[in-house]
């Protein structure tokens, strides 16, 4: 029996929607009893995309999260759910039986994740169900992963040590959105949007893009160093929130220059002057 999964690669996901499209393609207007009722045509997001703007001008960039039912192992919506109206496949995927589930408004706010959505017109509670329908006809994957142009769902058998998202949850790169949820959830991600540092570094004397400057990061355990580009741009990214650390510049000809620098947001350090 497979064990359904997913790993969302965050830096392949370019905005483009179309997973949420196929969400609203699939089931608005569609009942696929026993797992899903139609889902109304405004107001849920069973695929949901988080925009986050990072960064200050003029070094800004977006970071997409498309968010949809983790699938937990340990799933507080089934634990809140009376009669059984939310139980877990044998395949792990988590289901909302729409007919028992019906005035239980109390499922929604069980989620932490708010992956639940309540249909007003027909009293129930309702979420992504991993196209469970489609999965049973032996399609290999859901919608929104097939209609991804950049392919950044990678979904399969978790049992399955060979497919490519076993191996991708084995390795050190995947985490959870949430791990202070402690939920085991089955969708995992890749490339979270953490922070940057950035800069652009100027030769003072000439008043020109410094190129090929070693600019090395020191703190939380990491010592990484790397060059400025022709425009003497730098950056490093993917470093925790909330740490200190000090990023040292240095040049043959040119006095080193270190600063000290706190991850609370995304820090542009704007134009540094070596003279
Ligand atoms: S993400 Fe929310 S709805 Fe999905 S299984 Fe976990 S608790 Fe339940
Ligand atoms: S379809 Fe793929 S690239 Fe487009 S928003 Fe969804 S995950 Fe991102």
Redesign the pocket.
């Known amino acids: 029996m497979a064990k359904y999964g997913m790993v969302i690669d965050i830096s392949r996901c370019n905005g483009c929607y179309n997973c949420f499209l196929a969400c609203r393609d699939e089931y608005c207007g569609n009942d696929y009893p026993p797992y899903s009722l139609a889902q109304p045509m405004t107001g849920h997001f069973w695929m949901r995309i988080i925009e986050r703007e990072r960064g200050q001008y003029p070094r800004v960039k977006v970071a997409y999260t498309p968010v949809l039912?983790?699938?937990?192992e340990n799933?507080?919506?089934?634990k809140a759910a009376l009669n059984g109206a939310?139980y877990r496949r044998p395949d792990g995927i988590?289901i909302i039986d729409p007919e028992k589930a019906v005035g239980q408004k109390q499922i929604v706010s069980?989620?932490?994740?708010r992956?639940?959505y309540w249909n007003e017109e027909k009293n129930i509670p309702q979420?992504c169900t991993f196209c469970a329908h489609l999965l049973d006809k032996e399609w290999k994957e859901p919608r929104c992963v097939e209609l991804c142009p950049a392919g950044a769902m990678i979904f399969g058998d978790l049992e399955d040590p060979n497919s490519e998202v076993s191996k991708l949850m084995a390795s050190n790169k995947v985490e959870a959105l949430h791990p202070e949820y402690g939920?085991k959830?089955k969708v995992r991600y890749i490339a979270l949007p953490k922070r940057f540092i950035a800069g652009t570094v100027v030769f003072g004397d000439k008043d020109e893009c410094a190129e090929n400057v070693d600019v090395t990061l020191i703190g939380d355990g990491v010592k990484q160093t790397i060059k400025t580009n022709n425009y003497g741009d730098f950056e490093f990214e993917g470093l925790p929130a909330e740490k200190e650390f000090s990023v040292k510049l240095e040049h043959p000809g040119y006095a080193p220059k270190e600063l000290t620098v706190q991850t609370k947001i995304d820090v542009y350090l704007g134009e540094i002057i070596l003279t």
Do not use: F, G, R, S
Request: hydrophobic content about 45%; some cysteine; overall charge neutral.
């Open positions: 039912c983790m699938q937990c799933a507080p919506c089934i939310v988590v069980a989620c932490p994740y992956v639940i979420k939920l959830e």
